[in-house]
Nanobody
Framework: QVQLVESGGGLVQPGGSLRLSCAAS????????MTWYRQNSGKERELVANITSWGAYTNYADSVKGRFTISRDNAKNTVYLQMNSLKPEDTAVYYC?????????WGQGTQVTVSS
């Protein structure tokens, strides 16, 4: 079965950096586009960034452009989200997502808190 396991969240000061990881299994990772979403309490889940199967194309929400970088290592079945210049408004639970064989799969999420 498809499994997505996020890690790397935590508490960081404004202006700091974090790198999130999402380890994937149960599907052909190198054939799948991958997406990071986030959700803050009381808000809808929003797309943060996505990357095509071999990393040729990436897409970012306007709110994170120039600060976040999505990447992947197909040999390790892992997708990453490098987050720099973090702001308090980046505080959220971050989720990894894949749509595989018409079914959307989610990880359990990892909490990112940006606060001084």
């Amino acid at each position: 079965q498809v499994q997505l396991v996020e890690s790397g969240g935590g508490l960081v000061q404004p202006g700091g950096s974090l790198r999130l990881s999402c380890a994937a299994s149960g599907f052909t990772f190198s054939h799948a586009d991958m997406t990071w979403y986030r959700q803050n309490s009381g808000k809808e889940r929003e797309l943060v960034a996505n990357i095509t199967s071999w990393g040729a194309y990436t897409n970012y929400a306007d709110s994170v452009k120039g600060r976040f970088t999505i990447s992947r290592d197909n040999a390790k079945n892992t997708v990453y989200l490098q987050m720099n210049s973090l702001k308090p408004e980046d505080t959220a639970v971050y989720y990894c997502n894949v749509r595989w064989r018409s079914i959307s799969h989610w990880g359990q999420g990892t909490q990112v808190t940006v606060s001084s």
